[in-house]
């Protein structure tokens, strides 16, 4: 049987805008009390709880630098003081600044591994303990297609999303037997702030012939977040683009 969400206490990192967002108020929908992880982007944050809280839902608005060991303790202690314990995690805080082959710096791909990699670690590590003594608890990590087709970021970027997917297949196999699953979802294509700032990027990439909306990544986050019996997967949202 499918594991509810009510009651829950979600933590959804990078959750101003974008992927994140629609997928702290599905969240919400589904019955989850959210805790709206940013920071950069206070009005939208804001704008994102009330919408959370117009669902009946308790919502916490954090903003902290998941990078950041430091900062990362201190975001999940808010959490679990004023929220709850953390049942459910959403990796999602994430860059891409595009850069050739010719422009990409080592302080590029330090970035980009600190952004989209090691606050996935952080975050998880974090939220484990209670996760392990509960015997029950849910994480998402939002990868990239670029991992799987190289994108057209960078290979900083492509190198961060591909280890999101190495990341969760260690958790998956590991706390498997812990009732803690841990899932990728691979968006591409998708209409957010972050994909128009990528050049080239045309609805006629993609073979059902448009850009995702966020709400259809947030739909399978949330099919994810119910199901125990889904562990160490990775599912692809691109239109087609890339198939296996």
Known sequence: MPDGLTGRIALVTGASRGIGRAIAIALANAGADVAVNYL???????EAAEEIRSCGRRCL?????VSRVQDVSLLVGRVQKELGPIAVLVNNAGIARPRTLEEITEEDWDEALAVNLKSAFLVTQAVLPHMRAERWGRIVSISSGAAQSGGGVGPHYAASKAGIQGLMHFYAS?????????NTIAPALITTDMAAAIP??????????????????????VMLLHNGYITGQTINVNGGRYMT
Do not use: M, Q, W, Y
């Open 40 to 46: 950069t982007h206070d009005r939208e944050a804001g």
């Open 61 to 65: 608005t954090i903003k902290a630098d």
């Open 174 to 182: 590991h706390l498997a037997s812990e009732g803690i699953t841990a």
């Open 200 to 221: 080239g990027l045309h609805p006629g990439l993609v073979p059902v012939g448009r850009f995702g909306a966020v709400e259809e990544v947030a739909a399978v986050a």
